[in-house]
């Protein structure tokens, strides 16, 4: 007997933030639609979704990092970014590479793209940064984004204050500040970092994943269910229209149909591309400006502090709050993000006879904002397959004249910065291997108009296939250099109220 059911109002492929955003909505709004949300990967975390840097035994969180790395499980990882060197490819923990399509002849590629699989998708893994998009990040044509990023916020639980008590926040913000903030606006101006993380009573933090989206009123919706373990193949579309589901019960192996009135999917990036090309879905846009961040890291010594009177209840069972996580927000003028934050260890060796004082080896990120191209793409084929037996994927990716010169502006940039906030350790900043963001964005684009530059309109439906929508990094349109998260969910959120909506005069007419 099947464990899924014949028919649902909405199906969800993918269960990372933006999945969860639809579901949660539509609880709230719509509480009567029956919902089915679908999951490649197992359920690694309590309750479902949650973070695994909240699993405070750090075997068990190891191995729902190694359970949430699909097909790329056991091979090699790495944990700090300073120890990844040019050339080489290997996964952060929860995640696994792209084996095979990452790089054409001639073009730079995406060497360390990756994935993950697993209930609540990257947000299961992830930093939890949740900066707003400011400048050309910004979406012209949405008037309510603000408000959709307010709904972000709320979903996502972000909060700008739980890393007040550490002692070196303050006067990391104010270096920072001394060399950037001078003819900023105040929203650009170095601030605290927007976090989806809360502290609880005990004074631990708690870092947001998918649980929090969901939150519970979508657990205690007796008209959701989640199904781990499950591929959705294809959508399927009769009339012109989403008709539900395909999907393959990855226990048994058995394929099911699922019909449905709304398909959500939510896959990520690169994935939710891949399941509307295997549908035979194929705007013209689909999988085209392809984004990423180049990403250029550096890290610094705290100048003048002393060791705190005590240590500071640990963020993940290792590290020692000491210097938080600051902003440095982007600008058109100055075309990348900054994120600062301690690092667990000194990304260069440090003389024995030099002791550190916790917390103050600080870690400096700049996010560059990418030159879109057309020809930034995510190809599939129609007769490889890859490792889940979905059409294998091909990357084309290129760096612009323009991008290279933002990068050296970063490189630049980033040695002032450290300088700003203490004494620059190694003798010159880092360029991660490309892919390294893991903030892939472009491949399912929203438009205004179906002008074939863009795969769905402003609430996330797919031009000419009714009833079908994507969500997730995908849909930004613009290029960004802040973490897209947040921005990723307030365009779910729009989604979503577009689906209750429908739903909702649909039955006031019926009655």
């Given amino acids: 007997m099947s464990r899924y059911p014949a028919a649902v109002d909405v199906a969800i492929v993918g269960s990372g933030p933006a999945g969860a955003t639809y579901a949660r909505i539509l609880s709230e709004e719509a509480p009567d639609a029956a919902i089915a949300m679908f999951e490649v990967g197992p359920t690694v975390s309590d309750p479902p979704g949650a973070h695994v840097k909240n699993i405070e035994d750090a075997d068990r969180r190891a ?59 990257m947000a299961a893994h992830w930093t939890g940064a949740c900066p707003r998009p400011g400048g050309s990040e910004r979406i012209s044509f949405l008037p309510d984004l603000d408000d959709l990023l307010d709904e972000g916020d709320r979903l996502l639980g972000v909060t700008t204050d739980a890393f007040d008590s550490a002692p070196f926040t303050a ?5 920072l500040a001394a060399v950037v903030d001078d ?24 870092w947001s994943g998918s649980d929090v989206v969901l939150g519970d009123v979508t657990r205690a919706n007796p008209n959701f269910s989640l199904f781990d373990e499950s591929l959705v193949t294809r959508v399927l579309v009769e009339e012109g229209r ?13 394929i099911h149909e699922v019909r449905a009135r709304t398909v959500v999917v939510a896959a990520d990036a690169l994935r939710t591309p891949q ?13 085209r400006m392809l984004n990423d961040q180049a990403q250029v890291v550096y890290a610094a010594r705290l100048r003048g502090v002393e060791p705190p009177a005590h240590d500071q209840i640990a963020a993940s069972g290792t590290l020692s709050e000491q210097s938080g996580v600051s902003w440095v927000p982007f600008t058109d003028d100055m075309p990348f993000h900054g994120q600062i934050m301690q690092l667990d260890a000194s990304p260069v060796p440090l003389a024995h006879d030099d002791p550190v004082i916790p917390g103050s080896i600080v870690g400096l990120g700049l996010f560059c904002a990418k030159d879109l ?6 190809e599939f084929s129609d007769s490889e397959r890859d490792s889940y037996g979905m059409p294998a994927m091909r990357l084309h990716y290129t760096l612009t004249e323009r991008d290279h010169e933002v990068l050296e502006r970063a490189r630049i940039e980033i040695v002032e910065l450290a300088k700003a906030v ?14 390294a963001s893991l903030h892939y964005q472009g491949t399912t684009r929203m438009g205004e108009t179906d002008d074939g530059r863009s795969v769905c309109g402003p609430d996330s439906e ?15 349109p613009t290029p960004t250099a802040c973490n897209p998260t947040l921005t990723s969910v307030a365009l779910a959120v729009r989604g979503a109220r577009r689906i209750a909506r429908d739903r909702n005069s649909s039955l006031l007419m019926s009655d």
């Fill in 275 to 287: 399941v509307l090309w295997e549908s035979g879905i194929r705007p013209a846009a689909l999988g």
């Fill in 373 to 378: 191209q057309w020809d930034d793409r995510v």
């Fill in 422 to 435: 203490g004494e620059p350790i190694g003798d010159r900043p880092f360029t991660m291997p490309l892919g």
């Fill in 171 to 175: 006067l990391v913000r104010e270096r």
């Fill in 462 to 476: 797919v031009w000419g296939v009714p009833g079908l929508f994507v969500a997730g990094n995908g849909v930004i």
């Fill in 63 to 121: 191995e729902a990092q190694r359970r949430s790395e699909g097909p790329g499980a056991g091979e090699a990882t790495v944990n700090n970014p300073g120890a990844v060197t040019s050339g080489m490819r290997r996964a952060r923990p929860g995640t696994y590479l792209l084996s095979d399509g990452y790089q054409a002849d001639g073009e730079d590629g995406l060497p360390v793209a990756a994935f993950s699989s697993n209930v609540g998708g």
């Fill in 183 to 206: 003819d900023r606006d105040v929203a650009a101006r170095v601030q605290r970092m927007p976090l989806a993380v809360h502290r609880r009573e005990d004074g631990r933090l708690v």
């Fill in 242 to 254: 989403a008709a539900g589901v395909e999907v393959r019960d990855l226990r048994t192996g058995e």
